[in-house]
C-alpha cells in the first residue's frame, strides 16, 4: 500500500497491522511525499509498473486514474463494509465513484473552512466597531474578511511579536491551487449555473474571466495582513500558524479542529468554525456581468475534495487489498480517525458529522456542534464547488498555481498572469481531446447530453 | 560501457523525436523536428535556463571562494583541525531534501526564521528571502553554498597538501609576503585542481532541482524554477516524456558547452601563469 503525508502514513500503519494481526495477512505501507505521491503513482499505472495493492490518493486524481480505466470497481461486500449509505451524497458520487461505477473506499472528506480566533474577536469588538464602525464578527463575505485582517495586522494586534490578521495557502507546487479556488468559488461561481472552472457547453476555460481576476486581485491585496513569507506557505505552515496562535483567521480544511485540541495548540476553545466566506458581487458568465444576491455569494470549496483507497485493477490480492480498504474506511475506523489530530481524515460520513462522536471524544457540546454544522453547512451548500478531478488534472493545477504565484509576487497582473493560464488550460483540453474532457466535466456536473 | 551509457542516451535522443507521452495512450509517432522546434519558442524554458545559469554562475563561483578559504586555513594548521574538518563536511553529508528544508524552510523562514530575527535584532529590516522573486534565487544559491561548500574545500585542501614546499620556502627567503606567495606561487599551481573542482561542482550544480523543489517550489512564479525542474514537470507531470527529452538535451548542451569554456579557460589561464 502507498499513502502520502506522514501523519495520515503513520496512522493508517497501525490499523493497517490491526487489520494484517487479525487476518493473518502481511501488509506493507509505503510513503511517497505529498509533492510527489501524483507523479508516482501515474507514471507507475501508465507504464504498467507494479506500485501497490492499495492507492491512498486525493480525490482530484480520479480523473486520471478512475477515469484512465486503472482501478478495479468497489465489490458490493466492500461497500456495505464501508457503510456505503452513511458516506456523504456528495463524496460517494465525486469522489469514490466515476461514470456512476464506484471504485473507492472511503478515508477523508474535505471542504476548505473559515476559522476565527473567537477569544480575539470578543476581546476587540469594541475597538473593532470604533474603529471601523462595523460589528466584529465571522466574516460573512472576503470584504469583512480584509477588514478584520487589516484591523488585526495593523491595530489589535500591532504590538505583538507576532500577530496577523490571516493566514493563508498560497504556495506553489503545494496548495496554492486550493488557497486559490476557495476564495474565487464566492466571486466566480453563479448559483445559476453549474459551470466553475470551464464553460459547460464548451469548455472554454472561465479563469480569467473578471470573476477570478478580481478575486486573484483581492487575495493580493490581503496577503500583506498575514505572516511574512506567507506566500511559501503550504499545508503545515498554515495550520501551526493558526493553533500556533498567530493568526486570527484561517482558511484551511476540517483539521484545524482536532489540532486545536493537541498538546501543540495554544487556541483550545478559542477558535470558532464556519464556512468560507463569500464575494459580496458574483460574475454571472451567462449574463456575462456582476450580479449579487441577498447577501454574499457563498460556494464552499471541496479542495483536494478528500483522500481515498483505491485498488489498481492489475492487483495480484483484489480480495485482500478490498478487505483492507474497507477496513480502513469502516465507520469504526474512520470515526476513531476523524477525531485523532494528524490523521488527515476529516469528517465525510453521517457517522463522523454526528456531534455525539466529537463529544464523546472529549470535546464541550457547543463546539462539536458548531464544528459538525459548519462542515455540514459547507458540504451541503447548493452551490458548492467539488474540486476538478479531470484527466490531466497535475497539468491544469501547474499552469494556474504558476499564474497564481506570479501575479501574488507582482511579476504579473491578475489578468495577464490568468489570460496565461486560460491559454494553457486551452492547450491542455486540446491535447487531452476536448470532446473527451467536456464530456467528463459534464459527467461531474451531473449534466447530460 | 554501451549498456548503461549510450544506450540511454541514443534512446533519449530518438524520443525527441517522437510523440511519446507518458498519460495518453496515443499510437507512437514520429513527428520529426517538432519537438526541437518548439524549444526556439518555450519561453518557460528559455526562463529556466537563465535562472540555472544565474544558480550555477552564483552558486559555484561562492563556493569557490570560500571553499579555498576555508582550505587554506585548515592547510594552514588551524586549531582543532581534525574536529573542524569533520565539521566543515557535515552538510555534505545530508540529503539536499533535509537542507532544504531545514536551512531553506526554517533558517530563511520569513515569519519566525532566526536570520531575520538576527537582522531584526541589529535595526535591519526583514528579507523576503522565500518571497521576492529576486532574493528567492539568492536563497537558492545560499542554501546551496551551505551545503556544497565543503565539497569545495576538501577539493582545494587536497590541492594544497599536493603543493611541494621548496618554492614556496624558497620564496619566503627571498621576503615575499603571504599573499605573494599565495597570488603567485600557491593560487596558479593550484588550477588545475581548482578547474577541475569547479567543473564538477557545476556540472552537479546545473541539475539542481531537490532543494528548489523544498525551498520555494520553484516560485515565486517561475523564479527559482530551474531546467531539471522544469524537465520533472513536463515529463512527469504531463507525461510529455518526447519534449522533456528535448529539453534535457538543451541542458545538456549547455553542460558540454560550459565545459569546453572551462578546458580553454583552463589551459588559457595555465599557459599565462606557465
Known amino acids: 500500500m502507498v499513502a502520502g503525508p506522514a501523519g495520515q502514513l503513520d496512522y493508517m500503519k497501525a490499523k493497517a497491522a490491526e487489520w494484517a494481526a487479525e487476518t493473518g495477512a502481511t501488509v506493507r505501507v509505503d510513503e511517497i511525499p505529498f509533492g510527489e505521491l501524483n507523479d508516482k503513482v501515474l507514471a507507475a499505472l501508465s507504464t504498467d509498473t507494479f506500485i501497490a495493492d492499495i492507492i491512498n490518493i486525493g480525490s482530484n486524481l480520479g480523473g486520471d486514474l478512475m477515469g484512465g480505466g486503472f482501478m478495479a470497481a468497489a465489490p458490493d461486500w466492500a461497500q456495505q463494509r464501508a457503510d456505503w449509505e452513511g458516506i456523504l451524497p456528495i463524496f460517494r458520487s465525486n469522489q469514490l465513484s466515476f461514470g456512476g461505477v464506484a471504485y473507492g473506499m472511503p478515508w477523508d472528506g474535505d471542504v476548505l473552512m473559515y476559522y476565527w480566533r473567537a477569544d480575539a474577536f470578543e476581546e476587540y469588538a469594541d475597538e473593532y466597531e470604533a474603529a471601523t464602525g462595523q460589528a466584529l464578527g465571522p466574516a460573512q463575505s472576503w470584504s469583512e474578511y480584509a477588514s478584520i485582517a487589516k484591523f488585526f495586522t495593523e491595530n489589535a494586534w500591532s504590538d505583538q511579536e507576532e500577530g496577523y490578521g490571516l493566514v493563508e495557502l498560497p504556495m506553489r507546487n503545494n496548495q496554492g491551487w486550493n488557497g486559490f479556488m476557495t476564495r474565487a468559488a464566492g466571486y466566480a461561481k453563479a448559483p445559476n449555473d453549474p459551470g466553475f472552472f470551464f464553460d459547460p457547453e464548451t469548455m472554454e476555460p472561465r479563469i480569467n474571466n473578471p470573476g477570478f481576476v478580481r478575486a486573484l486581485e483581492d487575495w493580493g491585496a490581503v496577503i500583506e495582513y498575514g505572516p511574512p513569507g506567507m506566500l511559501n506557505f503550504g499545508w503545515i505552515e498554515n495550520a501551526l500558524s493558526f493553533v500556533g496562535g498567530i493568526a486570527a483567521q484561517d482558511i484551511q480544511w476540517g483539521d484545524i479542529g482536532p489540532m486545536s485540541k493537541s498538546p501543540d495548540s495554544v487556541v483550545e476553545g478559542a477558535v470558532g468554525y464556519g464556512p468560507a466566506p463569500g464575494a459580496d458581487e458574483y460574475w454571472d458568465p451567462v449574463a456575462g456581468a456582476w450580479a449579487s444576491g441577498d447577501g454574499p455569494n457563498q460556494a464552499p470549496f471541496l479542495g483536494f475534495g478528500g483522500w481515498f483507497n483505491l485498488v489498481p485493477a492489475t492487483s495480484n490480492h483484489l480480495a485482500a487489498a478490498f478487505d483492507l480498504a474497507s477496513f480502513l474506511g469502516s465507520p469504526a475506523v474512520l470515526a476513531e480517525a476523524a477525531v485523532t489530530a494528524g490523521t488527515g481524515v476529516n469528517p465525510g460520513t453521517a457517522a463522523t458529522l454526528d456531534p455525539a462522536l466529537w463529544v464523546s471524544a472529549g470535546w464541550p457540546e457547543d463546539e462539536a456542534k458548531a464544528y459538525t454544522d459548519a462542515i455540514r453547512a459547507s458540504l451541503d451548500h447548493p452551490n458548492a464547488v467539488f474540486d476538478m478531478r479531470l484527466p490531466g488534472f497535475p497539468e491544469y493545477k501547474d499552469a494556474l498555481e504558476l499564474a497564481v504565484s506570479e501575479a501574488l509576487s507582482g511579476q504579473a497582473s491578475a489578468q495577464d498572469a490568468l489570460d496565461e493560464a486560460a491559454e494553457t488550460w486551452n492547450e491542455i483540453t486540446d491535447r487531452l481531446g476536448r470532446d473527451e474532457q467536456l464530456r467528463i466535466y459534464r459527467e461531474a456536473l451531473g449534466l447530460t447530453g | ?274
Open chain 2, 1 to 274: 560501457m554501451l549498456a548503461l551509457s549510450i544506450f540511454p542516451l541514443v534512446f533519449s535522443l530518438g524520443l525527441t523525436f517522437t510523440n511519446v507521452n507518458l498519460f495518453r495512450r496515443v499510437p507512437l509517432q514520429f513527428i520529426g523536428l517538432d519537438n526541437w522546434a518548439r524549444i526556439f519558442t518555450d519561453e518557460a524554458l528559455l526562463e529556466t535556463l537563465i535562472n540555472t545559469i544565474i544558480f550555477v554562475g552564483g552558486g559555484v563561483a561562492i563556493q569557490y571562494v570560500f571553499g579555498l578559504a576555508l582550505a587554506v586555513a585548515l592547510n594552514r594548521g588551524l586549531r582543532e583541525q581534525r574536529l573542524m574538518r569533520i565539521l566543515f563536511l557535515l552538510p555534505m553529508m545530508v540529503s539536499p531534501i533535509a537542507v532544504g528544508f531545514i536551512i531553506g524552510r526554517m533558517v530563511f523562514s520569513e515569519g519566525f526564521g532566526p536570520i531575520n530575527d538576527l537582522l531584526e535584532a541589529v535595526g535591519l529590516p526583514a528579507v523576503a528571502w522565500v518571497t521576492s522573486p529576486g532574493m528567492a534565487k539568492v536563497t537558492i544559491i545560499l542554501v546551496d553554498t551551505w551545503q556544497w561548500t565543503p565539497l569545495m574545500m576538501l577539493l582545494m585542501l587536497v590541492g594544497l597538501q599536493g603543493i611541494p614546499g621548496e618554492p614556496i620556502q624558497a620564496a619566503r627567503v627571498d621576503g615575499a609576503s603571504e599573499w605573494q606567495i599565495f597570488r603567485h606561487i600557491v593560487f596558479p599551481l593550484l588550477l588545475p585542481v581548482s578547474i577541475t573542482a569547479i567543473l564538477i561542482r557545476a556540472l552537479e550544480a546545473f541539475k539542481i532541482i531537490d532543494i528548489i523543489r523544498v525551498v520555494t517550489g520553484g516560485g515565486p512564479g517561475r523564479a527559482t524554477e530551474s531546467v531539471t525542474a522544469y524537465v520533472y514537470n513536463v515529463g512527469a507531470k504531463q507525461g510529455d516524456l518526447a519534449y522533456a527529452a528535448s529539453a534535457a538535451y538543451v541542458l545538456l548542451f549547455v553542460v558540454i558547452g560550459v565545459s569546453f569554456l572551462a578546458l580553454y579557460i583552463s589551459r588559457r589561464v595555465q599557459e599565462r601563469y606557465a
